[in-house]
């Protein structure tokens, strides 16, 4: 069969990469796809917000199945856009990828369905939101309603900084529309798990669990990132946690998207955070996690297009699901500056030391052809995975990879996955 995959990140390099492996797939095309992912994927220059375009090519091209991989489109409604042309795709429609793309909706999704979550308040109008704070607690937590590339969270430890963020957030609109609605949200504390689960509008199979680490700077200081590396699986997530999970976060979902008239098909990624309370979600997005995606599917022994479908034609409940008895830990290599601003366009060696056979990954997030060269081309360049026995052992190989790879300005963090030690 043909395969379109739509993104172009290190999240979408993993999930081609693992497309490659399915015997039942005989080509794989990428739009718009970098300079790693055209290792395993033909890369075709369509924007992935350019629906129609997208759906002409995988008619022309006959292809069996789209994977989106980015939650823009999704939000966007490509889905809706493939389906209306009778195309096989993969993940959430519109009506359902609002999990992700409001939060304001998925906090009353939450509030109505007695899933646990932090307390919460939505705000349309700055003014109401000022009032509301000047009684608060702090630390409290501000986030921007809409899509911000991970970034419209604010976490507040004072009023003064808290009327700041209304400001950047509702009234300077930072990230643009998506802070036309505000939540106002407790401050948590405890360990984050990513759990990204599988689901067919009525079934819900989660996968190895994984922690990202957002923060760029060692110790989880700094700027917030799209993700600086992560490790799976998390030792904090235990299989009593993961049962609770499902009980009274994983199936509640899927039953209230259900409810509400928007079944959920396809990736759900739960972010919790484990309280003393007990496990809490943090947010939904309707997508694989990046870079959690980078550690999740070298571990995955199942094929992940026979999921894809089953996710589709609703029969999850028929799949075994399985997963290597091992660990893996990702290092993002970042250009120095990420997130604010970096150069690009240095060249990057020493791919050829990775072989996947060996447990060794070098996942490509913003890279691009120069020539014959493959040079920096984003914040995140490579997301450099390895696998191991344990956890312990998989950090070692990945921060052993990160040596293999040069590029001028290579920034990394180099606690990734430490947390573990304290487990
Ligand atoms: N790693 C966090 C995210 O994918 O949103």
């Given amino acids: 069969m043909k395969v379109l995959i739509v993104g172009g990140g290190g999240r979408e390099h993993a999930i081609a990469w693992k497309v490659a492996k399915s015997p039942m797939v005989d080509k794989i095309y990428c739009a718009p796809g970098n300079a790693g992912i055209a290792s ?7 924007g992935a917000m350019e629906f129609e375009k997208l759906a002409d090519f995988a008619q022309e091209k006959a292809i069996d199945l789209t994977v989106i991989g980015m939650d823009d489109p999704l939000c966007g409604g490509i889905v809706d856009v493939f389906e209306a042309r009778g195309l096989r795709v993969f ?9 992700e793309g409001s939060k304001a909706f998925s906090k009353d999704l939450m509030a109505k369905y007695g899933i646990p979550t932090a307390e919460y308040k939505n705000f349309t109008d700055p003014e109401e939101a000022l009032k509301y704070l000047e009684t608060a607690s702090f630390p409290i937590v501000l986030k921007a309603d809409g899509l911000a590339l991970g970034k419209g969270v604010l976490i507040c430890n004072t009023l003064e900084e808290a009327k700041d963020g209304v400001k950047q957030i509702m009234q300077d609109k930072k990230f643009g529309a998506a802070g036309n609605e505000m939540v ?6 405890g360990r984050e798990v990513s759990a ?3 689901c067919d509008g009525e079934n819900i199979v989660p996968m190895t669990s994984a922690q990202d680490h957002k923060r760029a700077g060692d110790g989880d200081t700094g700027l917030n990132t799209g993700g600086m590396g992560t490790f799976s699986p998390s030792p904090f997530y235990t299989p009593e946690i993961g049962s609770w999970c499902m009980e009274h976060i994983y199936k509640p979902t899927m039953a209230a998207m259900k409810a509400e008239g928007r079944p959920f098909k396809g990736i759900l990624f739960v972010g919790l955070m484990l309280t003393e309370e007990g496990p809490k979600v943090l947010e939904y997005n309707a997508r694989f996690g990046d870079p959690e995606t980078q550690v999740v599917l070298p571990r995955m022994k199942t094929d992940l297009v026979q999921m894809f479908n089953a996710c589709i034609d609703g029969t999850l409940d028929q799949q075994n699901l399985e997963f290597e008895d ?3 830990v990702c290092v993002v290599l970042a250009s120095d500056g990420y997130p604010l601003s970096y150069e690009k366009g240095f060249p990057i060696t020493g791919f050829e030391k990775f072989h996947d056979e060996e447990g060794y990954y070098c996942f490509h997030a913003g890279s691009k052809f120069d020539g014959d060269a493959i040079v920096t081309n984003g914040g995140r360049v490579l997301g450099v995975t390895a696998k191991g026995a344990t956890l312990k052992e998989a950090r070692e190989n990945a921060y052993k990879a990160t040596e293999w790879i040069e590029f001028a300005n290579k920034y990394m963090r180099h606690d990734i996955g430490k947390a573990i030690d304290e487990a």
Wanted: positive net charge.
């Fill in 40 to 46: 395993v994927a033909e890369c075709v220059p369509i």
């Fill in 91 to 99: 993940g959430p429609r519109k009506n359902a990828a609002i999990i």
């Fill in 184 to 189: 106002v949200e407790r401050f948590m504390t």
């Fill in 196 to 198: 990204l689960c599988f």
């Fill in 326 to 328: 091992n660990a893996a």
